[in-house]
């Protein structure tokens, strides 16, 4: 049974579609340099529309204060930071931490040096980037004792390679923006979430963490 992470949700479209999915959470992308990012009382109002999911604040930076402010504002459940802005002060908000790691980075090394110090029960991972084989071996080590999300760049096949060979605790998808207000595209959404419901063809494959 994997968990299903909707990622950089901007629009009712694609929450809607993530919540018909049965998606365990949904992630709003608050780094106001990315096409993807939604403000904070947007995101409330779209929270108002849904039910079922939980909801996850993503964040590019660990200005406290910041993140603190948009929980005050959005009741949420998640904090998601990249590894390399993770602070331990996260942990006072009592929320669940996800902290994502892009392997095809430039910041590799400074990403594992920093991944190497955490050690965390409470802590989730979600890995993205391009997939490349050379990734599988640590990935199987690691999501040995820890949960972990994968969220790679979407080619055909791919999940099912990944959870035979990883078995990872869940699957992230990210949505686009909308190219017009209320004219959301979810061909790819639903193309992802298609291979995901097929993986070992499984009537469903959503529920608890393994």
Not at 69 to 89: M, N, Y
Not at 121 to 148: D, M
Not at 153 to 160: A, I, M, R, S
Not at 188 to 197: G, K
Request: hydrophobic share 40%; with cysteine.
């Amino acid at each position: 049974m994997y968990q299903l992470k909707f990622s950089n949700i901007s629009n009712l479209t694609a929450a809607r579609f993530s919540a018909a999915a049965m998606a365990d959470w949904i992630g709003f992308c608050f780094d106001n340099l990315s096409p993807d990012y939604i403000n904070a009382l947007k995101a409330k109002e779209i929270v108002g529309w849904l039910t079922g999911p939980k909801y996850i604040g993503e964040f590019s930076h660990g200005d406290f204060e910041t993140i603190q402010g948009v929980c005050g504002i959005l009741p949420l459940d998640g904090i998601q930071i990249p590894v390399t802005a993770f602070d331990e002060k996260l942990l006072d908000l009592e929320k669940e931490i996800f902290v994502q790691v892009h392997l095809d980075s430039l910041l590799f090394l400074a990403q594992m040096s920093r991944l190497n110090t955490l050690n965390h029960q409470q802590i989730n991972y979600v890995f993205t980037g391009k997939y490349s084989a050379a990734y599988q071996s640590f990935l199987q080590q690691f999501s040995e004792n820890k949960n972990i999300y994968l969220g790679f760049e979407f080619e055909q096949g791919l999940y099912n390679t990944l959870a035979k060979n990883i078995n990872p605790t869940g699957f992230q998808i990210s949505a686009e923006p909308e190219d017009k207000p209320g004219m959301g595209d979810t061909e790819l959404l639903n193309l992802q979430l298609e291979e995901i419901q097929g993986i070992g063809n499984q009537d469903s494959i959503f529920g608890e963490p393994k």
